[in-house]
């Protein structure tokens, strides 16, 4: 990406970095940060970008303003009528929440305020996710007509599929504390601790082996699409990779021998 595209980027997703903690900040807040062409672009280059520094361990995907992701940007999609410009822009979606599945790093979500259609897709995507308790969150595309289909494949991956239909179906939106009830995140808290949650749990990941986070990450979720033997082979297999790390073997050497103490 060069000149104009760039900081086209750099502005629709801000990213700040703390230590080995690097947040990407949605930053189109008097359009409810909705996933407009160009923030679909922008979000894409960033996850790719942290993705590929090896000094980032953590990525916390945060928003400005009011709301955490209103979903597609609605008024641009009405200004097309053909349908393979729709086609192609849940194809570009879906690369991008795909790019956060199969990113190395844990990504983290900070909700702050609603997180709805998309929006919620971006949360169940996320390996974990805290709220304000004042969020709230639905797959609410229903209500305009439009079931939120794409947004199904990541939150009927998150919570129970009776708790996603319900979301789905009747269009209702969700309190932080029933997310976090049904599993969509990971915990509800009031908004003055919500930082203080995420840089603990940022910050208990960070001082892992990241590549031993890495292949356990793309481990935990190919297992779930197995079969339950398959399932147990491919971890096997992981965990006897896992044993070769130089980090594992340095950190049980030195449990064995402190307990031998």
Do not use: W
Not at 96 to 101: D, F, S, V
Not at 117 to 146: K, S
Not at 224 to 243: C, H, K, Q, S, V
Request: with cysteine.
């Amino acid at each position: 990406m060069t000149g104009l595209a760039n900081d086209l980027a750099n502005d629709l997703v801000q990213r700040s970095d703390a230590g080995f903690v690097a947040t990407l900040t949605l930053n189109r807040p008097d359009k409810g940060n909705a996933l407009s062409e160009a923030m679909l672009a922008a979000l894409s280059e960033r996850i790719a970008e942290v993705d590929g520094d090896d000094h980032v361990r953590v990525v916390v995907l945060a928003a400005n303003g009011k709301i955490f992701c209103g979903g597609h940007d609605l008024a641009e999609m009405r200004s097309h009528e053909e349908r393979g410009y729709f086609e192609d822009l849940f194809a570009r979606c879906t690369r991008m929440m795909l790019a956060i599945r199969r990113s190395r790093k844990p990504f983290i979500a900070r909700v702050h305020g609603a997180a709805v259609a998309a929006g919620c897709q971006l949360v169940a995507t996320c390996d974990l996710a805290y709220a304000a308790d004042a969020a709230r969150f639905g797959v609410n595309g229903i209500n305009l007509g439009l079931f939120c289909s794409t947004p199904s494949v990541a939150v009927s991956r998150t919570i129970l599929p009776k708790q996603a239909l319900d979301l789905l179906f009747t269009g209702r939106l969700v309190d932080a504390k029933r997310a976090a009830e049904l599993g969509l995140i990971n915990a509800a808290v009031p908004a003055g601790e919500l930082d203080a949650a995420i840089a603990d749990a940022a910050r208990l990941i960070a001082e892992k082996p990241p590549e031993a986070i890495a292949l356990g990450k793309d481990t935990f979720y190919a297992q779930g699409e197995l079969d339950i033997a398959e399932a147990y082979a491919l971890t096997g297999e992981r965990m006897a990779e896992n044993m070769g790390f130089p980090a594992t073997r340095a950190l049980i050497d030195g449990f064995i021998a402190g307990r031998r103490k």
